[in-house]
């Protein structure tokens, strides 16, 4: 699976944005899809998630009741609705596909990853 991310730029606090996550290569719907994030220096943290199914979408704590996970199977597209966005957001965000339910917010556990769109919010 080769996935391209998209819809990063430069907000102002309590702004949105919509990243897209665009999958080809193999069948999109067998995987779950994440949203991980990443600043200099730190660990690629966990965003969200959406089940292969689109039945389950997780959620970190920090961007809870802000943002929402979605997928488009017919376009083999995963989004990310940021809403109310906040300085501490800004990161590089990358999306990647895993197969198997476990594991979803470990950055280890995804077999392929895109390669990051950057989000910069500022205050």
């Known amino acids: 699976v080769q996935l391209q991310a998209s819809g990063g730029g430069l907000v102002q606090a309590g702004g949105s944005l919509r990243l897209s996550c665009e999958a080809s290569g193999r069948a999109f719907s067998g995987y779950i899809m994440g949203w991980f994030r990443q600043t200099p220096g730190k660990e690629r943290e966990f965003v969200a998630a959406?089940?292969?199914?689109?039945?389950?979408?997780y959620y970190a704590d920090s961007v809870k009741g802000r943002f929402t996970v979605s997928r488009d199977d017919a376009k083999n597209t995963v989004n990310l609705r940021m809403n109310s966005l906040k300085p501490e957001d800004t990161a590089v965000y990358y999306c990647a596909a895993k197969m198997g339910s476990n594991s979803y917010r470990r950055p280890m556990s995804y077999d392929f990853w895109g390669q990051g769109t950057q989000v910069t919010v500022s205050s």
């Open positions: 959406i089940s292969w199914s689109g039945d389950s979408t």
